[in-house]
């Protein structure tokens, strides 16, 4: 019995004692939580007392110019034609085809003589008939003469169809050689016989082409070039030989464009111009605060605002002063096409182009580097070193190239075992064959914080202003594009973490 009571109250103690320790482990686990939260939390804001929270910024690029504005009259090498009888006009090409010299443009015509032209021929075409039916002598011609007036009826109605209602004029012109070609098989056999009534005939058929010749006039392309139908009545004042007129004066006018009348046109309106391809000339206005940058002879990049924005090459003929600014009159070989309809021009004179990425100025440091030869700089294993003479052994040290340029590579004293005074055993050489390590440069850079340690990379400067620079792309072991970087380097340092 006693025995039984001992081990009731044995297993109750060892319960009692399982869960007080149990107990115990929860309160030190809650306690060991609790220190290690109070311990990171102190940890951070330790941090962030020695490593403020900076502005992280990536590296972006920019494209920029230095330029001067102004505005320019456009003169080109243009020809415009002008008909010397009004009628109705029809055009065989489009504005802005390449036609070349005696190509046939268009076609002046009246349709009026449209009306008259079927039944005045017709006319003509049935006395001929009349005539020759009553002349029993030109059996032996007769089969010739039926053929012919048979082809020439059905070409009188053939071009009848097309000038009349499809308004191609140039047909005309070939209907007057069918009816030459006609009329000389007709006089070739008609001479056979000896009748007043032939003449007759011959006459009166060469005046109805006489008055259809008259009344139609050929246009064809005085030159080989561009051809236009739009004109301002300034192409033959603004010309390759009157360029240096161009005052200031010229720069009040309004320059309209005229586009042909595709359906009639008078006599003594223009037609078309056609425009050498080629060269062309231009007045621009320029700034005398500015005129100290041009000179005669001197090649400038133009880009000229119009239908499309082109960037063209000119060469500086002439350059005159009126008063606070000045004309500066340029010559082109190129890009002629897009600006055909245009006289007056904005453009921009570019002066230099930059492109580069941007960095603040405050971001940028500068920093003293050891400036090795890099006929001294080996690689073994795939990593780059130097073998630093040692006694009279050479030792192979590894190193971080920071930049690079032709003959020198550039490294960090920091963390580096190479110092100035080492022996540098130049590459492939004997180990007498040494170089002292007695040079250091000054360069400029940023702290790169790609992986929240700051790193230094070396940039090359190619454009300063007041509160950023410009530094070259693309260069090896300098930075990249979208790196990131601090905009503050007050508190920052070489492998320093980075917030």
């Known amino acids: 019995m006693n025995n039984k009571v001992y081990d009731i109250r044995t297993k109750r103690r060892k319960e009692q004692i399982k869960k007080w320790k149990k107990k115990k482990n929860d309160i030190l686990l809650m306690l060991f939580t609790f ?101 029993k002598d030109l059996f032996l011609f ?33 209907l007057k050689k069918n009816m030459d070609d006609y009329l000389y098989g007709k006089v070739s056999l008609l001479s056979a016989e000896s009748t007043d009534n032939t003449g007759y005939y011959i006459e009166k058929r060469r005046n109805f082409l006489n008055q259809i010749d008259a009344n139609t006039e050929s246009l064809v392309a005085p030159i080989g070039g561009v051809l236009s139908y739009y004109t301002d009545g300034f192409e033959d004042i603004y010309t390759k030989d009157t360029l240096s007129n161009i005052d200031l004066d010229d720069f009040k006018k309004s320059f309209a464009n005229d586009v042909s009348d595709f359906s009639r046109i008078n006599a003594g309106d223009n037609a078309f111009k056609i425009v050498d391809g080629f060269e062309w000339y231009l007045a621009g206005l320029v700034s005398n605060k500015d005129i100290d940058k041009f000179s005669v002879g001197q090649t400038k990049k133009l880009r000229l605002f119009g239908v499309r924005n082109e960037t063209v090459k000119a060469q500086i003929l002439d350059i005159k002063k009126y008063g606070e600014k000045s004309i500066v009159y340029y010559k082109l070989v190129s890009k002629i096409e897009n600006f055909l309809n245009v006289r007056k021009v904005d453009f921009e004179v570019i002066e230099n182009s930059y492109e580069g990425y941007k960095l ?85 850079g940023i702290y790169v914080i790609n992986t929240n340690i700051a790193r230094f990379k070396a940039i090359d400067i190619v454009l300063e202003r007041d509160d950023y620079v410009l530094a070259k792309p693309n260069l090896l072991y300098s930075i990249k594009l979208y790196d990131q970087y601090v905009d503050d380097i007050s508190k920052i340092s070489e492998g320093k973490y980075v917030n």
Request: charged share 25%.
């Open 35 to 135: 220190l290690f939260i109070i311990g990171y939390l102190s940890i951070t804001a330790v941090s962030l007392f020695m490593n403020p929270n900076n502005n992280k910024l990536r590296v972006t690029m920019l494209k920029m110019e230095d330029i001067i504005y102004s505005e320019g009259i456009i003169v080109r090498n243009e020809v415009t034609v002008k008909p010397n009888t009004s009628g109705d006009a029809s055009y065989n090409y489009q504005d802005n085809e390449k036609v070349k010299k005696d190509d046939l443009i268009a076609v002046i015509s009246d349709k009026n003589l449209n009306n008259i032209k079927r039944s005045r021929l017709n006319e003509i075409n049935a006395e001929i008939l009349k005539f020759q039916s009553q002349r």
């Open 142 to 174: 007769k089969d010739s003469l039926v053929k012919l007036n048979t082809s020439f009826d059905k070409k009188i109605k053939y071009y009848y169809g097309k000038t009349f209602y499809g308004d191609n004029f140039e047909e005309i012109y070939a």
């Open 360 to 444: 603040p100025k405050k971001s940028v440091v500068k920093k003293t580097l050891l400036k090795i030869p890099t006929d001294c700089i080996v690689k073994i294993a795939k990593v780059r070193g130097v073998l630093k003479k040692i006694g009279n052994e050479p030792e192979f040290t590894p190193i971080d190239i920071v930049y690079s340029d032709e003959g020198y590579s550039y490294i960090s004293s920091i963390g580096s075992q190479l110092r100035l005074g080492d022996y540098l055993v130049k590459k492939g050489a004997t180990i007498e064959d040494t170089v002292v390590l007695n040079e250091v440069a000054n360069v400029s």
